[in-house]
């Protein structure tokens, strides 16, 4: 083993996980490119688990950040005003939510995805005055105990050590095959007897990342929102990872015409990969305390710099259109792959930049990750048995990366289907 992974395997901590399935040493990334330390070049397809869309030192984001440290920059300021935490709002709200008539306040939790959850638990909590949260099956939204308590999966929630309570738990769009799961969710806030009460929120995703690649239709996402309007529910989008242009417009819940009371972004909000979290609230609800939930690096001013030059790339209304067409590209592709290779016994999933394919044999799209690693291709699995394998390239990447990477992709499906013995087409006859 070389000597700087043996360190890693003797003193970090057994909860490591990415570096056993990437086994190498990094030294440098650039775009869609990752090099390590014997000089081997990787296609990145997994992008720091969407906190990377524009991909790694993005140039013009490089270039205003080292200005800035150089200048002497705040970089530390707790929630105290600052240029770069002005500039930021200003950005945010001129480009990203004028144009869609948004109205909201923008808070600043702590820097994670996980951190922008639990505000927005406690935020619903305190104005409604009620306790229960419902989550859906599948669903990720973190790791601190609120924001794993509305999380699906079950080896997750094992690692709280303690019983996870006020949330309740109802099927996803399609969790049952053929039904309206939201039947199921109505008839439990209509019967006294459901032991059910009327709760404080309901907090999805419209893509479920971590969950596999799950997409809820936009008439269940426009019926979740009736009823919460309905029984006066906080309706929370969780859209740390799906959101940024991950699904091919800036939020991910756009084209289903939906008006979430919280939403929450975190990851790629800072386009550089730096932490920052914001956690926006419709006015009526914000509701807060001063400093009723803070926390000592809330406001990255750093990230509040390369943030701000990210939105730049939304400005021009082409950029949308570029990133839907690439999408298109990767839903043709494994469409594609799924016809050609009718042995994986497998289907589509996700939407945008945020597709994969799962499939119903045991192990094989952890063995299709495995071997694109070792065709020099990173990329991750999804799903309570790691069932998908997930294509997360930057969603500015270009036409010559993008089609390198699916190259590679289709290399690997047949790579697992041979280490596999699945009899293919050909072999067969």
Known sequence: MNEKLQLIEELESSVRSYVRSFPT??????????WDEAGKEYIDFFSGAGALNYGHNEPAMKKKLVDYILDDGITHSLDKATDAKVAFMEKFRDVI?????????IMFPGPTGTNTVESALKIARKMTGRT?????????????????????????RKGAGIPLSHTVQMPYDNFVDGEDTLDYFERFLEDNGSGVAVP???????VQGEG?????????MQRLERICREWDIVLIVDDVQAGV???????????????????????SIGGYGLPLAITLIKPELDDWKPGEHNG???????????????????????????????????TKFLDNMIDKYPEMKAHRKGRGLMQGISSDIEGFSEKVAEHAFERQLIMETAGGHDQVFKLFPPINIDEEGLQAGLDVIEASIKDALKSMNVKTKTAAK
């Open 25 to 34: 040493v990094f030294t440098k990334a650039r775009g869609y490119k990752m």
């Open 212 to 220: 596999g690649i799950n997409a809820a239709s936009f008439e269940w």
């Open 245 to 267: 242009g991950r699904t091919g417009t800036f939020f991910s819940f756009e084209p289903a015409g939906i008006k979430p009371d919280v939403i929450c972004l975190s990851k």
């Open 296 to 330: 000592t690096f809330r406001g990255n001013n750093m990230a509040f710099v390369t943030a701000t030059e990210s939105l730049t790339y939304w400005e021009d209304p082409e950029f949308e259109k570029s990133v839907q067409a690439r999408a298109e590209t990767v």
């Open 132 to 156: 229960d949260i419902v989550s859906f099956t599948n669903g990720f939204h973190g790791m601190t105990i609120g924001s794993l308590s509305v999380t699906g999966n079950s080896m997750k």
């Open 200 to 206: 404080a929120a309901v907090i999805f995703e419209t």
């Open 97 to 105: 939510m004028k144009p869609r008539d948004m109205d909201y306040r």
